[in-house]
């Protein structure tokens, strides 16, 4: 089995908001700063209070479907490319920079797709969750930073595989010795026991590999094995080393890891929404 990147999965469709791509270029270096533009992330950038936002707005934070988060960002200014102070941007994420980019790049036939890992280049000397692209530049797969507060920190357009691990290799440094679990954080002063340590860096591992089967799920759902819990049992561990051998570009071996029960993403999710901070179940 292949899996067509370049084609939209049900997350990365834009729906009724195609037409409002269409004149986007098609070139991967050109559409990271319109889509750099597009988000204000929700703690990354300050208090959206503070920068103008209602708090009736704070529920775009957990818009899951480009189609959605286009159409609201169409309502705030119905120019996609024009310059946007904060209330016209859509509140989000990383996770949500990076399904606007690879739906855009997918709208123009370029293969892309989300990877979910642990970046080392917003805070020095921590390892914190996020989300990135990986684009075919026709020869490779490159990392590319969709937002631009790392600009002179990593080559945005090719982040260094050291300095964004994606959930295998972050799991596979860490069960290795050879980088500090603790490290791996939401935030370093988030204090949220379960957003931080070796069951964190497992969690990863699941969702990453949904991203690589073109579930680009928001950052805060648990399906399958992954839970709240700050503990992994030696068979769980044991099943995360088993899925962090395998091989990313195996497409095949990344749809057969996909269906089995653990990691398959079912109709009803739950979510955990920093806006509520509740556990809910979520259909999809």
């Given at each position: 089995?292949?899996?067509?990147?370049?084609?939209?999965?049900?997350?990365?469709?834009?729906?009724?908001?195609?037409?409002?791509?269409?004149?986007?270029?098609?070139?991967?270096?050109?559409?990271?700063?319109?889509?750099?533009?597009?988000?204000?992330?929700?703690?990354?950038?300050?208090?959206?209070?503070?920068?103008?936002?209602?708090?009736?707005?704070?529920?775009?934070?957990?818009?899951?479907?480009?189609?959605?988060?286009?159409?609201?960002?169409?309502?705030?200014?119905?120019?996609?490319?024009?310059?946007?102070?904060?209330t016209e941007k859509v509140l989000g994420c990383c996770r949500d920079f990076t399904l606007l980019y690879v739906t855009m790049l997918r709208h123009h036939g370029i293969p892309a797709r989300a990877r979910v890992g642990f970046g080392d280049y917003m805070i020095p000397g921590w390892r914190m969750d996020h989300v990135v692209a990986e684009v075919w530049d026709g020869a490779r797969w490159r990392l590319v930073e969709t937002q631009s507060f790392a600009d002179?920190?990593?080559?945005?357009?090719?982040?260094?595989?050291?300095?964004?691990?994606?959930?295998?290799?972050?799991?596979?440094?860490?069960?290795?010795?050879?980088?500090?679990?603790?490290?791996?954080?939401?935030?370093?002063?988030?204090?949220?026991?379960?957003?931080?340590?070796?069951?964190?860096?497992?969690?990863?591992?699941?969702?990453?590999?949904?991203?690589?089967?073109?579930?680009?799920?928001?950052?805060?759902?648990?399906?399958?094995?992954?839970?709240?819990?700050?503990?992994?049992?030696?068979?769980?561990?044991?099943?995360?080393?088993?899925?962090?051998?395998?091989?990313?570009?195996?497409?095949?071996?990344?749809?057969?890891?996909?269906?089995?029960?653990?990691?398959?993403?079912?109709?009803?999710?739950?979510?955990?929404?920093?806006?509520?901070?509740?556990?809910?179940?979520?259909?999809?």
């Amino acid at each position: 089995m292949t899996i067509d990147y370049a084609t939209q999965s049900q997350f990365s469709d834009p729906g009724r908001h195609a037409d409002w791509l269409d004149g986007t270029p098609a070139d991967f270096a050109a559409l990271r700063p319109i889509v750099d533009g597009l988000v204000f992330h929700f703690w990354g950038n300050g208090n959206p209070a503070d920068h103008g936002f209602e708090a009736a707005r704070l529920p775009e934070i957990d818009l899951r479907y480009a189609e959605a988060i286009l159409g609201r960002l169409r309502e705030l200014n119905p120019v996609l490319e024009a310059p946007r102070p904060p209330t016209e941007k859509v509140l989000g994420c990383c996770r949500d920079f990076t399904l606007l980019y690879v739906t855009m790049l997918r709208h123009h036939g370029i293969p892309a797709r989300a990877r979910v890992g642990f970046g080392d280049y917003m805070i020095p000397g921590w390892r914190m969750d996020h989300v990135v692209a990986e684009v075919w530049d026709g020869a490779r797969w490159r990392l590319v930073e969709t937002q631009s507060f790392a600009d002179e920190i990593v080559d945005p357009l090719d982040v260094p595989r050291d300095r964004f691990l994606v959930g295998r290799d972050a799991w596979r440094a860490v069960r290795s010795g050879g980088l500090d679990p603790d490290t791996f954080v939401v935030s370093p002063d988030l204090d949220a026991p379960h957003l931080r340590g070796l069951a964190f860096v497992r969690d990863h591992i699941a969702l990453d590999i949904a991203a690589l089967n073109k579930h680009e799920m928001v950052l805060w759902d648990i399906w399958g094995s992954m839970s709240l819990e700050t503990t992994v049992s030696a068979a769980d561990a044991a099943r995360a080393d088993e899925l962090a051998a395998l091989d990313p570009d195996d497409t095949a071996a990344m749809a057969r890891a996909f269906a089995a029960d653990d990691l398959r993403v079912p109709p009803v999710i739950r979510s955990i929404s920093p806006t509520t901070g509740v556990l809910a179940n979520v259909p999809l």
